[in-house]
């Protein structure tokens, strides 16, 4: 499959284009690039879990506008291009900068993965160094539980455990603090 790359191509640091994993989302193989590279990892991931939201949001009752998806991707795009960054330590000299808005993906996909939650929002507000040199950020989440079996407190506990997971192993910043509101209640459907 040949990948044509235009100028609004947003490319990750490995220097492969958001536009080409996109279209390699289905390839289970891949090429050794795909394999290995962990910037393509990561917005394979993020694409995924966006394509399973864009697909919750059609198999909605109300059906979604017919541009849904050509609307979602330029957000995500624009996004990704225009958002402040957080400085990341490495073991390596120097450090790396990765975007607010990515670091947000993961930890909505981090809250996603909690059964009987559903994240709504998240926003990434501040990059600070704690008392012992860490990085450390500061999130507001909003999310959306399941009713019934397990208690709202239980859930939020079990996404602030998934966050500060996911700071530390996926993003290489710790979590300094995290405001979860819980915005909806939603029913199951059978």
């Given at each position: 499959?040949?990948?044509?790359?235009?100028?609004?191509?947003?490319?990750?640091?490995?220097?492969?284009?958001?536009?080409?994993?996109?279209?390699?989302?289905?390839?289970?193989?891949?090429?050794?690039?795909?394999?290995?590279?962990?910037?393509?990892?990561?917005?394979?991931?993020?694409?995924?879990?966006?394509?399973?939201?864009?697909?919750?949001?059609?198999?909605?009752?109300?059906?979604?506008?017919?541009?849904?998806f050509g609307?979602?991707?330029?957000?995500?795009?624009?996004?990704?291009?225009?958002?402040?960054?957080?400085?990341?330590?490495?073991?390596?000299?120097?450090?790396?900068?990765?975007s607010?808005?990515?670091?947000?993906?993961?930890?909505?996909?981090?809250?996603?993965?909690?059964?009987?939650?559903?994240a709504?929002?998240?926003?990434?507000?501040?990059?600070?160094?704690?008392?012992?040199?860490?990085?450390?950020?500061?999130?507001?989440?909003?999310?959306?539980?399941?009713?019934?079996?397990?208690?709202?407190?239980t859930?939020?506990?079990?996404?602030?455990?998934?966050?500060?997971?996911?700071?530390?192993?996926?993003?290489?910043?710790?979590?300094?603090?995290?405001?979860?509101?819980?915005?909806?209640l939603?029913?199951?459907?059978?």
């Amino acid at each position: 499959m040949a990948v044509t790359r235009t100028d609004n191509d947003y490319l990750l640091p490995c220097e492969r284009g958001l536009e080409e994993v996109w279209e390699r989302l289905d390839d289970v193989d891949g090429d050794d690039h795909d394999v290995s590279c962990p910037h393509c990892a990561a917005a394979r991931e993020s694409l995924l879990t966006l394509r399973n939201a864009t697909r919750e949001l059609i198999e909605e009752p109300d059906p979604p506008p017919p541009d849904l998806f050509g609307r979602i991707m330029s957000a995500v795009r624009a996004d990704v291009r225009r958002s402040r960054t957080v400085t990341v330590d490495t073991p390596l000299p120097g450090a790396i900068q990765v975007s607010e808005q990515a670091v947000a993906t993961v930890l909505r996909f981090a809250a996603d993965t909690v059964d009987g939650v559903r994240a709504r929002g998240c926003r990434v507000h501040s990059s600070e160094t704690d008392d012992d040199g860490e990085q450390t950020i500061a999130v507001e989440m909003t999310i959306a539980v399941r009713n019934g079996e397990q208690t709202i407190e239980t859930l939020v506990s079990a996404v602030r455990e998934r966050a500060r997971a996911a700071t530390n192993a996926r993003i290489g910043v710790r979590l300094g603090r995290l405001d979860i509101t819980v915005v909806d209640l939603y029913e199951e459907q059978r």
